[in-house]
């Protein structure tokens, strides 16, 4: 085979330039990968200062593992498999930390693990993006402290967590927009496709659009540069042709920053406040409607257990109801929003206030 010849040929002008400048190589360490679409394929014979080289198939270059069957199964594993030893530290944590230090260590040891280098291996499989939120989503559970039944908007927007794969369409725009301005090497430059506007004469409503080819493999059209100019041609032009990066940046990115009152209190009460917030309490309700109990009536004969009853209604928690309602007097008339989401009208400190109150209703009330 050709191939097989010229790498043999490139193995031996290698060893013959180690051997002048009085360098050594391990040829017992040396691998080879064959990266094809076919199955089947057949191995060249390599052999390096007359050892055969061994054909692998994966190999892990600049920490991304890559595959022989061009795909990122066996890197999404890896990246799981470090993941998920962080996460078991993080579990042991949950009780002993707030939800702002969790937060801070998710952001400075675990999402760098998930991120690195997602640019290049984005068009894994549904599979493999699934095992790495999936992960994401167990972490959410750990730094809000609400249950499995609990829903992933629920969990995404307790926590103030993104979708992993959000996060990695918006860092794929973010250094596509670098390639266009020139802000990385000129290889990557060179490798973008010409304007609509210069393969055609007439005035189109997508003129500032990159030129799209269609491929015949699935692999080629989710590869990073044809994936990113479909994103791209999407953005509207005011945002293409932001004056910086940071403010491109800005632009593309829309994160609902959580109150910082929902990070108030000791961890248990932080802790139940989030989940009678989120209906993922243990209030016969909520275990009702997630298909846990059968049936939803309170122990005080009332027919529905729910948030509201439990704040207002309920005949059992009479006297820590009035304790509650002294203490937010300045706050009358108290409704179920103001007491599970503070308002944004008020201040910082009235909505801490609310919140701790709250959460000492709900420690006096035994009830969990």
Same mark, same amino acid.
């Given at each position: 085979?050709?191939?097989?010849?010229?790498?043999? $040929?490139?193995?031996?002008? @290698?060893?013959?330039?180690?051997?002048?400048?009085?360098?050594?190589?391990?040829?017992?360490?040396?691998?080879?990968?064959?990266?094809?679409?076919?199955?089947?394929?057949?191995?060249?014979?390599?052999?390096?200062?007359?050892?055969?080289?061994?054909?692998?198939?994966?190999?892990?270059?600049?920490?991304?593992?890559?595959?022989?069957?061009?795909?990122?199964?066996?890197?999404?594993?890896?990246?799981?498999?470090?993941? #998920?030893?962080?996460?078991?530290?993080?579990?042991?944590?949950? /009780?002993?930390?707030?939800?702002?230090?969790?937060?801070?260590?998710?952001?400075?040891? @675990?999402?760098?693990?998930?991120?690195?280098?997602?640019?290049?291996?984005?068009?894994?499989?549904?599979?493999?993006?699934?095992?790495?939120?999936?992960?994401? &989503?167990?972490?959410?559970? @750990?730094?809000?402290?609400?249950?499995?039944?609990?829903?992933?908007? =629920?969990?995404?927007?307790? #926590?103030?967590?993104?979708?992993?794969?959000?996060?990695?369409?918006?860092?794929?725009?973010?250094?596509?927009?670098?390639?266009?301005?020139?802000?990385?090497?000129?290889?990557?430059?060179?490798?973008?496709?010409?304007?609509?506007?210069?393969?055609?004469?007439?005035? &189109?409503?997508?003129?500032?659009?990159?030129?799209?080819?269609?491929?015949?493999?699935?692999?080629?059209?989710?590869?990073?540069?044809?994936?990113?100019?479909?994103?791209?041609?999407?953005?509207?032009?005011?945002?293409?042709?932001?004056?910086?990066?940071?403010?491109?940046?800005?632009?593309?990115? $829309?994160?609902?920053?959580?109150?910082?009152?929902? =990070?108030?209190?000791?961890?248990? =009460?932080?802790?139940?406040?989030?989940?009678?917030?989120?209906?993922? #309490?243990?209030?016969?309700?909520?275990?009702?409607?997630?298909?846990?109990?059968?049936? #939803?009536?309170?122990?005080?004969?009332?027919?529905?257990?729910?948030? !509201?009853?439990?704040?207002?209604?309920?005949?059992?928690?009479?006297?820590?109801?009035?304790?509650? /309602?002294?203490?937010?007097?300045?706050?009358?008339?108290?409704?179920?929003?103001?007491?599970? !989401?503070?308002?944004?009208?008020?201040?910082?400190?009235?909505?801490?206030?609310?919140?701790?109150?709250?959460?000492? !209703?709900?420690?006096? =009330?035994?009830?969990?």
């Amino acid at each position: 085979m050709e191939i097989e010849t010229k790498i043999n $040929n490139d193995l031996v002008k @290698i060893q013959n330039w180690a051997e002048t400048w009085l360098v050594k190589f391990n040829p017992l360490k040396t691998e080879a990968l064959l990266i094809s679409n076919n199955e089947h394929e057949h191995v060249v014979d390599i052999s390096f200062n007359n050892v055969d080289v061994e054909f692998v198939d994966n190999h892990k270059h600049l920490g991304v593992t890559l595959d022989a069957n061009c795909r990122w199964s066996t890197h999404i594993d890896n990246i799981c498999k470090k993941v #998920s030893k962080q996460v078991s530290i993080l579990r042991k944590l949950k /009780y002993l930390l707030n939800r702002q230090t969790l937060i801070k260590i998710y952001k400075s040891y @675990i999402l760098p693990l998930f991120e690195y280098c997602c640019e290049v291996w984005d068009g894994c499989s549904l599979g493999d993006a699934d095992k790495l939120e999936k992960l994401n &989503l167990e972490i959410a559970r @750990i730094i809000t402290g609400l249950p499995s039944f609990a829903s992933r908007l =629920s969990l995404y927007s307790e #926590s103030g967590l993104e979708p992993l794969a959000t996060r990695r369409t918006r860092r794929k725009l973010q250094l596509f927009y670098k390639v266009t301005n020139h802000l990385t090497p000129n290889y990557l430059s060179t490798l973008l496709p010409p304007l609509v506007s210069e393969n055609s004469h007439y005035n &189109l409503r997508d003129a500032n659009n990159y030129s799209l080819s269609n491929f015949r493999l699935h692999l080629t059209n989710i590869s990073f540069f044809l994936a990113s100019i479909r994103l791209w041609n999407q953005l509207d032009l005011e945002t293409r042709q932001s004056s910086s990066y940071l403010v491109f940046k800005k632009s593309i990115t $829309n994160i609902s920053k959580v109150p910082y009152y929902y =990070s108030v209190g000791n961890r248990k =009460s932080n802790i139940l406040h989030a989940r009678l917030r989120n209906s993922c #309490s243990t209030l016969n309700n909520d275990l009702f409607r997630s298909h846990l109990i059968d049936y #939803s009536h309170c122990q005080c004969g009332h027919p529905i257990e729910d948030t !509201y009853h439990f704040f207002f209604v309920c005949n059992n928690y009479v006297e820590q109801r009035i304790e509650l /309602y002294r203490n937010l007097n300045n706050f009358i008339p108290l409704d179920l929003q103001l007491l599970l !989401y503070g308002s944004s009208d008020l201040s910082i400190e009235d909505n801490v206030t609310i919140c701790k109150n709250t959460q000492k !209703y709900i420690l006096d =009330s035994y009830r969990f």
